[in-house]
Every structure is written in C-alpha cells, then in structure tokens.
C-alpha cells in the first residue's frame, strides 16, 4: 500500500464518520426536546458536516482521479464507506443519541488533538480548525450525559439502555491496519492506542458522575475498517443519496 | 415573568458583551434547566456569528421589572430638569464608551 493510497483511506475513515453523525443527528431536525436543544444538536451536526466536507474534499484531492467531496458522499456505495460503526447507530431516544455523541465526542477531541501535529499540513490545519468546534461539542454531549444519569429514575435507566446498545460499537474506534501502520512511519497519522487511554480516562470520569456503569459484557462489534457495517448504513445512504443519484445534475 | 408552567424549562434572559470593557446588552432569552445548559443555548441562540465575546445568563424571574404604571412617578419629573443632562460638558476624547 503506497502513503497516497493509505491517506485516501485514512481521510475516508475520519469524513465519512463525521458525515454519518451529521447526517445521524440531522435527523432530529425540528425534534429535539424542546427549540433550544433542537438547535444545539443541529448546530453539532452542521460542524461534523463542515469537518467532513473539508476531509472528504481533501481525499479527492489526494486520490488524483477528479472526484469532489460531492462525488465520495453521494456516489459510493455501503461497502466503500468507512466510517465508525458507532457513528450510524440508529437515534433511538435522546438518551442513545446523546450517549453516541459523548463517545465519538471524547474521540475526536483526543484524536484530532494529537493529529494537529500531523505531518501531513492539510490534515494538521483540519485538525486544528476542528478541535475548537470538538471541544465545545464535547462539553455540550458530558454535560447531557450527566444530567440524564442523575436526572430522574426514568432518565436514568434509559442512558443505561443506550449504554447497553451502544458500548460494543466503541472498541472498533482504536483498531489499527495496515492503513494506519504505513502512515504513522511517515508521521501522518497517530497511534490509536495513545488516545485509548485519555478516552477511557474521560469516559470513565463522566460515566461515574453521571452514576453510570460500563456494561459487564466486553464484547466488541468490528467491521468498519473492512468497509463491513450494521444494517443501518444501508438505510442512511439510500436517503442521503437519493436525490443526487436520481437527478445527477441537480444543483442549488 | 418566567414562565415555569410548560416542559421547556424555566426562562433565562441572556446578555451578550461585544468586546471587553464594553457593556453586556440584553439580547433576548431562552429555555433551560440549569446554569450550564443556559450558558451553552445562549451561546448557540446568540454567538454563534461573531456577536460577542462575553456572555452573561440571569434566570427571568431573579429582574425586577417596573411597571407601566411607573412610567409618571419613575421617568417624567426628569423631563424639565435640563441640568441633570450632562450636556454642558465636552467629553475628552480619550474617554470610549460614553
């Protein structure tokens, strides 16, 4: 695998897995719990949907053969998308929506923390643009998380619920290949498993605030490195992708 | 004022400063049920486009208001007192924000 191919890779995995969370949280659009956190959660998707128009054109860029960020969103297929499996995980209530925004919120501040010092300039001026929007996103997402914990009985057992469904997505997020091994000798990508422990750091701190518990069951979902996902993508990309793939031309 | 009764939450009036050292103006106000999640929708209602730098969140029922009927007692006898009105002073120019 030559650096140019790894990198085209690498940028696939981090823009497809913020424009799934986008296009996941979009769809509480003028339905959230009431008009202020409506706006809140579609204002977080509009930022994922800012970092992945940036990665995704910047993977054509770097793949040579003419596609735009257009063109990798809406014309490829569930088995070429890599995105985190986390990251298409159905809304369900507030609570599911909340607990997958808090973990992929945690990533993503330590991941693009240290990927700011990429040698790859592109991807450390991404970074660095993103880590600002990340870090409020994340205050937003542990703040939820620790209210609904300690909020009532009802609010309560439904982040329990969440936790249940959604902790076997996490493991997958720190899995390396050889994507990853053929970019960290250049120095463009980082080491996953230094971000593991600042994750579960956070994690933990949060979730023991919030008087949750991690699920006893360690079991670990994978398959996105492998372009293999749940049920869900399937669903996601025939709705995201309808329009440009019926009417091929159609501008704003 | 603040309206409790509905599941949104109480309301918060929010105060945005431009610049350091300038005054914190009222700008409108939202639902939340505590101080963080008030100081975080007020950053995403209202700052969202460059409109300030500081951000002050006060719960609606904690301002005294007057009322209209107030207007003649609080406000009019200083229609007729020109001397109240600093007017015969030139401001140096060094003073900002007056």
């Not at chain 1, 809304?91 to 919120?105: H, S, V």
């Not at chain 1, 593991?196 to 699920?215: D, G, Q």
């Not at chain 1, 994978?222 to 399937?234: N, V």
Request: aromatic share 10%.
């Amino acid at each position: 695998m030559t650096t140019k191919e790894a990198l085209f890779k690498y940028l696939l995995r981090l823009g497809d897995t913020s424009m799934i969370l986008a296009q996941r949280n979009a769809e509480w659009c003028g339905h959230g719990p009431f008009l202020e956190e409506d706006l809140a959660l579609t204002n977080i998707s509009l930022d994922l949907l800012g970092q992945a128009n940036s990665i995704l054109q910047y993977a054509g860029q770097v793949e040579g053969k003419g596609r735009t960020e257009d063109d990798l969103a809406f014309h490829r297929t569930e088995r070429e998308y890599y995105n985190h499996l986390i990251a298409e995980q159905a809304n369900g209530d507030y609570a599911k929506t909340i607990l997958r925004q808090f973990f992929c919120d945690a990533f993503d501040f330590y991941f693009y923390s240290e990927l700011v010092k990429s040698k790859d300039e592109m991807l450390a001026a991404i970074s660095a643009k993103s880590i600002k929007e990340i870090t409020y996103h994340l205050r937003h997402s542990s703040s939820w998380v620790e209210r609904l914990g300690n909020g009532t009985d009802e609010s309560h057992s439904r982040m329990e619920k969440a936790m249940d469904e959604l902790w076997r997505f996490t493991g997958e997020m720190f899995e390396m290949n050889e994507v990853d091994s053929v970019l960290i000798k250049e120095g463009i990508a980082i080491d996953l498993n230094a971000v593991r422990p600042k994750w579960e750091n956070k994690v933990k701190e949060v979730l023991e605030k919030a008087t949750l518990k991690i699920p006893a069951n360690t079991f670990m979902q994978r398959g996105s490195r492998d372009a293999k996902h749940t049920e869900h993508l399937g669903f996601i990309l025939s709705e995201m992708q309808s329009l440009p793939r019926s009417l091929p031309d159609a501008k704003w | 004022m603040a309206n409790t009764k509905d599941s949104q939450g109480p309301l918060w009036e929010v105060f945005v400063q431009k610049k350091s050292g300038q005054p914190f103006v009222h700008c409108g106000n939202l639902h939340a049920f505590d101080k963080e999640m008030a100081l975080q929708n007020a950053r995403d209602l209202y700052t969202r486009r460059n409109e300030g730098t500081a951000l002050w969140v006060v719960p609606s029922d904690a301002i005294v208001s007057s009322s209209p009927e107030d207007i003649g007692p609080f406000f009019e006898p200083a229609n007729d007192k020109v001397f109240r009105h600093p007017t015969f002073y030139k401001i140096p120019d060094a003073i900002k924000h007056m």
